[in-house]
């Protein structure tokens, strides 16, 4: 039909040319497609770019979740299979020990014969027991038993300058317990093995103490018998799921507590338990993500919905940071030492700078691990500085394992006393009671 | 199936479409599909060399979860090379040409390099004992004695950097762990030191300035207690027996016979020891250093000790050898005041007693401190944390795990657990929960027989 109106040789034309431009389009795109894939064309991207965001959308990348348990559980052996206890059941509810009702008269009566081993060190300072831990086999990130390391030896001097024990734990007590929850049963045991002990102080691994002169407020905590960071408003009306945080908390050693313990458990054991926990927590708490239970939802969901029970006796404290996320204060040590001093323990100098979600043990954290690990450097040297002054040193910088000498040695050392006075701090010094 | 589709009866022509390619020759046409699959082969060709260029062909299989671990792996070792690689340069030393042996001016003697480096630890003070006591009257809020127990503080340590084998920060934990349980056992305080305090006294000889800089620092503490990061503790119930110690200012682990008839290098360890904090001990430490400083100095003071003590390899002066030959040459000066003590391992050397743990579970109890229940196990010579022991390291490793669990036993004895055997990191109850946990406890000895199974 177009044949008759144009004329054949026409056509044929047409047709060559449609042709021509047919490849001179496709050699544009392909020019354009190379140009693209070797300089890359800004914002429309990189054929590398397009190719890892189909990765991500089409294979799904099982470290983000929040859960602890993430780390690759090595290939169980037939000796471990035995000894793996069978999953709980829904309806067969978890119980940390038999049932104790009469442990504060069991304890009294345990310090009274006990006078060598009492449960205040002075009139105000109670005996306290900071509890930590860390798994007993080796880290799967090479670097991440140093970082325990130094974080172990942290805690060992922030406790030496304020007289507080240490138990470093390295057991799993209840194999079903396991991951964050461990720490109940733990807790547990120390306090009915510690009756001389008033005060457990429970601390994350990855948590460091930053402020080596702030000794806690103890006169404040004498009506109370839980004590962790948090904001009133964000646990009892927000109901949000970080409106506390249990990565550093106080204990008292008594039956309170116990019966605490007791009504925080049941959410823990694993298996279908934690499972289904964990949705009912992501149900309520505001801005929870979807993830089996752990304890610290758990222990706001208690307190939202036990309140009248139990809210009287926890303080939640936020005058200073018993516990100190990371990411807000790392960036800002040299400001704080340009303008403050230690002992504030809050945002001018906090007490405990927290790597929440950095896990340097396990192979995969929230965060890129060269940060994780720089800040890690960088909040144990501002620690450390404080540590060092006492003897006339400090590390070079902030960033430095080095240390340059700041005081120099005298024929009499006593006259010099260090410029934060953690030597022999009051909150050392011993009761001289008459024996 | 219930329709048919369009059945297609061959042969039939479509209509309306006109049929230029028979009017093509068979030859020619078969020559332009020829043309065409070369065009399309060449395409297809030029398209992979593309997306090789830019992806990768090996992306386009996928990663695996492996490679995705290798990719870790890989970012872990950089961060850790940076980690551990000082990046910072060595200050310029004045006395630099003293460190390199061969000066072709100037063949120098012990006695001369010593003078010349001038070492000491501090200004010298010669009335300690008279500042230390001023102090403690002034401030009785510190006593040097807490219930009649004269005040202890245990000094250990290890390098600021990660170890170059990753099981070594593993062991180093496990065994400040081991540490912490048995001071908090017995009151001691602990120090855990991770700074260099002198660059030339670096190595084994860092202790020095270190216990010294306390001494100083501390009046109030009565006992200095040096542990090597090596050693762990394996009787929980032990306690010192420092009432045999009032007229003596050094306690050290060694063998009498070996440090005077003999000279032998490994009479005494410095592994494990205990110094008063006293004038004396000052002045010990003073007439020790001279040896230490790193170079020229320790080369030739290498050499002597290698020439005057039995049994001692040709290297550079460790603070060991360099104590044993203090204490031989000035036996007047010294010896009364140093205790030898071989009556239970204050540090006990862990060959040959490793393989007896189990046996040791058996027959007898803790608290003996001695060769049936040793005090100390000391790893010499294992050095996990860096790259070369002297011992196989699966041995070393293996024998480290069965110490600590030989020890932890008699911590976890408190709260009713026990490990599995001495190898695993898995924990049993060897004790049931009760609702009377204080009766347990009041009946419960830290020196009573360990039943195992």
């Not at chain 2, 009713?416 to 049993?428: E, Q, R, Y």
Request: glycine share 6%; net charge neutral; with cysteine.
């Amino acid at each position: 039909m177009l044949e008759r109106c144009i004329g054949e040789r026409r056509i044929r034309q047409i047709q060559r040319a449609t042709r021509n431009l047919k490849l001179t389009f496709l050699c544009l795109l392909l020019t354009l497609l190379v140009l693209r894939g070797t300089i890359g064309a800004g914002k429309y991207g990189t054929p590398q770019q397009d190719f890892i965001e189909l990765r991500h959308r089409f294979i799904s990348h099982p470290h983000r979740a929040l859960a602890e348990e993430h780390q690759p559980e090595p290939k169980p052996k037939q000796s471990d299979k035995d000894d793996e206890p069978p999953l709980r059941s829904l309806n067969n509810p978890y119980s940390l020990g038999p049932k104790i009702s009469d442990w504060d008269e069991q304890r009294i009566n345990w310090v009274r014969r006990h006078p060598e081993r009492p449960n205040f060190l002075t009139k105000t300072k109670p005996r306290v027991l900071l509890v930590t831990g860390s798994s007993p086999k080796p880290c799967e990130n090479p670097v991440g038993d140093h970082y325990l390391l130094k974080s172990i030896k942290n805690k060992i001097d922030y406790c030496r300058v304020h007289n507080i024990e240490i138990f470093y734990n390295m057991a799993l007590l209840d194999a079903e317990m396991a991951g964050f929850w461990a720490k109940l049963p733990l807790i547990r045991a120390l306090l009915l093995a510690h009756p001389e002990v008033e005060f457990l102080w429970w601390m994350d691994s990855d948590a460091m103490f930053t402020d080596m002169a702030f000794e806690l407020p103890w006169e404040r905590y004498a009506p109370y018998n839980l004590v962790m960071h948090g904001w009133d408003e964000m646990v009892y009306k927000d109901k949000n799921w970080i409106g506390l945080n249990t990565g550093s908390f106080l204990l008292r050693n008594c039956q309170w507590s116990l019966d605490l313990l007791d009504v925080w458990a049941p959410m823990g054991p694993k298996g279908p338990v934690r499972t289904e926990a964990g949705k009912i927590l992501t149900k309520t708490l505001k801005d929870r993500p979807v993830f089996e239970a752990d304890d610290q939802s758990a222990m706001v969901y208690l307190l939202v919905t036990q309140k009248d029970k139990w809210a009287d006796k926890v303080y939640l404290e936020s005058a200073y940071y018993l516990h100190g996320y990371w990411g807000i204060l790392v960036d800002r040590y040299e400001e704080m030492i340009e303008n403050y001093h230690p002992g504030f323990g809050d945002h001018r100098w906090p007490l405990v700078t927290h790597f929440v979600g950095c896990k340097p043990c396990g192979k995969f954290g929230d965060y890129p691990v060269e940060r994780c690990l720089k800040q890690m450097d960088r909040a144990f040297n501002f620690g450390d500085n404080q540590i060092l002054q006492m003897y006339g040193f400090t590390h070079k910088s902030l960033g430095s394992r080095r240390v340059k000498r700041v005081r120099n040695e005298t024929s009499n050392p006593l006259d010099v006393k260090d410029e934060l006075g953690l030597l022999h701090p009051d909150f050392k010094a011993v009761q001289n009671r008459a024996s | 199936m219930g329709h048919e589709g369009m059945v297609f009866k061959p042969g039939s022509t479509r209509s309306g479409l006109p049929t230029t390619r028979s009017r093509v020759p068979r030859g020619r046409q078969i020559q332009k599909t020829f043309n065409n699959v070369k065009i399309t082969v060449l395409c297809g060709f030029v398209t992979l060399l593309v997306l090789r260029g830019t992806i990768g062909v090996g992306n386009l299989t996928g990663s695996t979860p492996e490679s995705d671990d290798q990719h870790v792996v890989e970012d872990i070792d950089r961060i850790l090379r940076e980690i551990r690689t000082d990046s910072e340069p060595e200050l310029e030393d004045p006395l630099k040409f003293l460190y390199f042996g061969n000066s072709t001016s100037h063949n120098w003697t012990y006695t001369e390099a010593v003078e010349a480096i001038n070492y000491s630890l501090g200004p010298t003070i010669s009335d300690w004992n008279q500042q230390r006591q001023a102090w403690l009257s002034q401030n009785p809020n510190f006593p040097n004695q807490i219930s009649s127990k004269p005040r202890i503080l245990l000094v250990t340590g290890s390098p600021p950097n990660p170890c170059d084998n990753a099981i070594g920060d593993h062991y180093l934990l496990k065994s400040t762990k081991n540490k912490i349980d048995y001071c908090r056992l017995h009151g001691i305080e602990i120090l855990y030191n991770m700074a260099h305090l002198d660059k030339e006294l670096a190595g084994y000889w860092a202790k020095l300035p270190l216990l010294r800089r306390l001494m100083l620092s501390h009046p109030e503490i009565e006992w200095i207690w040096w542990m090597d990061s090596d050693a762990l503790f394996t009787d929980m119930a032990f306690e010192l027996p420092l009432q045999k110690y009032e007229n003596h200012n050094l306690i050290i682990h060694g063998y009498p016979d070996l440090l005077f008839e003999q000279h032998s290098w490994i009479a005494l360890n410095t592994g494990s020891f205990l110094l008063r904090n006293c004038q004396w001990s000052l002045d010990l430490l003073d007439a020790w250093a001279p040896m230490g400083p790193k170079g020229i100095v320790r080369e030739l003071a290498g050499k002597i000790l290698t020439a005057n003590l039995k049994g001692r390899p040709a290297f550079e002066a460790d603070d060991q050898s360099a104590l044993i030959y203090l204490l031989i040459s000035q036996q007047d000066k010294w010896l009364s005041k140093v205790y030898v003590e071989n009556s239970y391992y204050l540090h006990g050397f862990w060959s040959g007693l490793v393989d007896k743990y189990e046996e040791m579970m058996e027959k007898h109890h803790p608290g003996l401190g001695d060769e049936r229940w040793p005090f100390v196990t000391h790893f010499v010579g294992c050095k996990p944390c860096g790259s070369y022991g002297d011992y196989p390291v699966e041995r070393c490793l293996n024998s480290m795990e069965r110490a600590f669990n030989f020890g932890d036993n008699q911590v976890l004895r408190l709260y009713g657990f026990a490990h599995k055997g001495l190898l695993s990191p898995k924990i049993k109850r060897v004790q049931d929960q009760t609702a009377d946990p204080l009766q347990v406890k009041e009946k419960l000895d830290m020196a009573a027989r360990i039943v195992m199974g």
